[in-house]
């Protein structure tokens, strides 16, 4: 039997799961859906601004009629109860919005395609001769959304056009909301009546919005002006690291990962947060999610919004140190008013200390890194004394909160705490803590790093690889996890039991063997620790498809929480997973001083060269990693601010150690 699915993988990573493309690429970065006959389909997207975020179900009918469903999330219009979910939600349907007619008659119209690029257009014919084109877009800094109509006359002769004056709006009780009364609405902007002579075309917009009624109206809005912003921000997100690779695919989903990862950030009493979305995760921080997914791409992104949401969540976990040494809660939700441990010790303590420590070390200021090396030193000295009489950190559970069993020590935990010791290390150096205790945390590394092995390590399956807690023989998905912090010693039995037929499927890991259960976080992590394994060939294709499957495929175009549970809601951390796929395993990229950083280009056999650009990091320096292949090697050529700093020409995957002035 083991014989069998060992063909059956040597065929499933040579022939990777292809399925027919749904959306198709924009010479300008963007996606288009254009429409066949008989097209019935639906899909939902998150949008997100600083006041708010939307999920639209967008699509067309059996009739070829437009579906466009807006629910709207208002994270800081808190509800009561004030816990998680505690923040206000309406859903606008197809009755919110203007009949619309042309010489007296309502129009009959049919989709012909939708595209999207951080807003999401559709453009519709009619039986009337004119088009309808629709932009639809959160505001960067309002609670609303925006939705700008364009009516195109395609005909040869003067139309009068007529736009409803519609208006629909909608109060909360009191006793709900935390603030006071709540009011929604979704109004009509520019209704009126319009002559169009042939080739003419008139605009008018849809606002929804939000808001305490004790604040002033939303009216006179500037929609051009939104959607500008919006656009800005779309613009800098495609800027700023760009991934340039030979398959245009992969290059365009690491820039929407971008979007997605970058958006969901919100204007709290308690400063700018990053949260997942999904409409239930907003105005609060996780330690998985924001520790470490996002914080640690944040500080290698460039975005002055992103960074600062970044420190803000180190402060509100360091607010929860204690010198009992209970643990930080798992998530500090509601603004910063309240938490949520519901899960116990999730192995927080590693993910805050593993995170903080990346994201102060790409950063580079010294001052934040001093600010923030309390809460890793205290997280760190927390791990130390919850390791139990096997050498690895005890918890109570892990980021899937008890959905499956984690035992009372899990791979995970002991392995962001091996890497949080080793990035402690070097930016202890640089901020001039003790080298006593920074020997310390180099030996407990050492330790942990023999622990993980010796204990964890196991024949699961057939597989020589981990048991992610002790007595588990069922392959999980997070036996991957020792990859990603370069723990190498079982990689060949672990890569072969990641990408059989026991885990690997179409959509990626599934959590367990056996199950039907997947959640992207884990595949993103085993393809970047196969990346960084330098397994490559056989990651490459896998990667490429499950790329193509969230830009192109059913539903799109970033990445997604899970299935079955949460309906492959785009939560945004798992886009910044996406682009550390890229950055720290195709790359190999990992910060290691404040002004100094270390590369593993693993360049893949079938591409002559790919480059990561415009990398801000390390007291905002633009980095250029260029790889290219020559007659005598792989070539990389560091530029840091456009000057060629170093060059190198060696073997694929070898390490590189870069130091800045």
Not at 181 to 187: D, R
Not at 381 to 388: G, L, S
Not at 432 to 447: F, P, R, V, W
Not at 519 to 546: C, H, I, M, N, Q
């Amino acid at each position: 039997m083991r014989k069998s699915f060992i063909l059956l993988y040597i065929v499933l990573v040579g022939q990777p799961f292809f399925a027919q493309n749904r959306w198709q690429l924009e010479n300008d970065g963007g996606i288009c859906w254009t429409l066949k006959a008989n097209d019935v389909h639906t899909d939902h997207i998150e949008l997100s601004g600083k006041q708010m975020s939307v999920i639209l179900t967008y699509g067309t009918d059996e009739n070829g009629i437009l579906v466009s469903n807006k629910q709207l999330i208002f994270p800081m219009l808190r509800v009561m109860p004030n816990e998680t979910a505690g923040h206000l939600m309406y859903t606008f349907g197809k009755e919110a919005g203007p009949i619309i007619k042309i010489n007296g008659k309502p129009i009959n119209e049919k989709v012909r395609k939708f595209y999207v690029k951080g807003m999401v257009k559709s453009v519709s014919d009619t039986d009337r001769g004119v088009s309808i084109t629709r932009v639809f877009s959160p505001s960067v800094d309002k609670a609303m959304a925006v939705e700008l109509y364009t009516i195109d006359n395609k005909g040869n002769n003067d139309i009068v056009v007529e736009i409803e004056d519609f208006e629909k709006s909608t109060r909360t009780h009191k006793e709900n909301s935390v603030y006071g009364i709540y009011e929604i609405k979704a109004a009509v902007q520019n209704s009126g009546i319009y002559k169009l002579t042939a080739g003419e075309s008139i605009s008018f917009s849809m606002i929804y919005s939000g808001r305490k009624i004790s604040d002033s109206l939303f009216s006179n809005i500037d929609v051009e002006g939104e959607l500008g912003k919006r656009r800005q921000f779309v613009d800098l997100m495609f800027s700023n690291i760009q991934f340039i690779s030979p398959d245009k695919t992969l290059s365009s989903m690491f820039d929407f990962a971008k979007i997605r990862a970058a958006e969901s950030i919100y204007q709290t009493k308690g400063g700018l947060v990053h949260g997942p979305g999904g409409a239930s995760y907003y105005a609060a921080i996780w330690a998985n999610d924001q520790a470490e997914y996002a914080n640690p791409f944040f500080g290698y992104l460039g975005y002055d919004v992103a960074i600062e949401s970044a420190i803000v969540s180190w402060q509100w976990f360091s607010k929860w140190m204690n010198n009992e040494y209970k643990p930080i809660p798992s998530s500090i939700i509601a603004e910063g008013d309240k938490f949520w441990n519901g899960a116990g010790d999730r192995g927080d303590q590693a993910m805050i200390a593993y995170g903080a420590a990346r994201f102060a070390l790409s950063l580079g200021d010294k001052e934040t890194a001093k600010r923030i090396w309390p809460l890793i030193e205290w997280c760190l000295e927390y791990c130390k004394r919850k390791i139990n009489k096997n050498g690895v950190v005890a918890s109570d559970s892990d980021e899937l909160e008890n959905r499956f069993p984690s035992g009372n020590a899990n791979l995970c935990t002991s392995s962001l705490y091996y890497d949080a010791l080793l990035s402690a290390a070097y930016l202890g150096r640089d901020i001039g803590i003790d080298k006593a205790q920074l020997q310390g945390y180099t030996d407990m590394a050492k330790q942990i790093h023999n622990s993980i092995n010796n204990f964890f390590g196991a024949k699961v399956q057939g597989f020589d690889t981990y048991q992610y807690y002790e007595g588990n023989d069922i392959l999980r998905s997070w036996i991957c996890v020792p990859l990603v912090v370069d723990i190498f010693e079982r990689s060949k039995g672990t890569i072969e039991a990641l990408f059989s037929p026991y885990l690997w499927t179409e959509n990626g890991l599934l959590t367990q063997a056996g199950d039907k259960t997947f959640w992207d976080r884990s595949t993103l992590y085993g393809l970047r620790g196969a990346f960084a394994a330098g397994v490559t060939e056989k990651a490459l294709p896998l990667f490429t498809d499950y790329s193509n499957r969230r830009l192109l495929g059913e539903h799109v175009p970033y990445a997604v929480e899970a299935w079955p549970e949460g309906n492959q809601r785009h939560l945004s951390a798992e886009s910044a997973l996406y682009c550390r796929v890229v950055s720290e395993g195709l790359f190999g990229f990992r910060p290691t001083g404040l002004k100094q950083f270390k590369i593993k280009p693993q360049l893949p056999d079938t591409w002559d060269d790919m480059a990561l650009k415009n990398i801000v990091a390390f007291g905002d320096k633009s980095i250029d990693i260029i790889v290219s292949r020559t007659i005598k090697g792989i070539k990389t050529d560091i530029l840091v601010d456009k000057h060629l700093i170093k060059s190198y020409i060696g073997k694929k995957g070898e390490e590189i150690n870069v130091r800045l002035n």
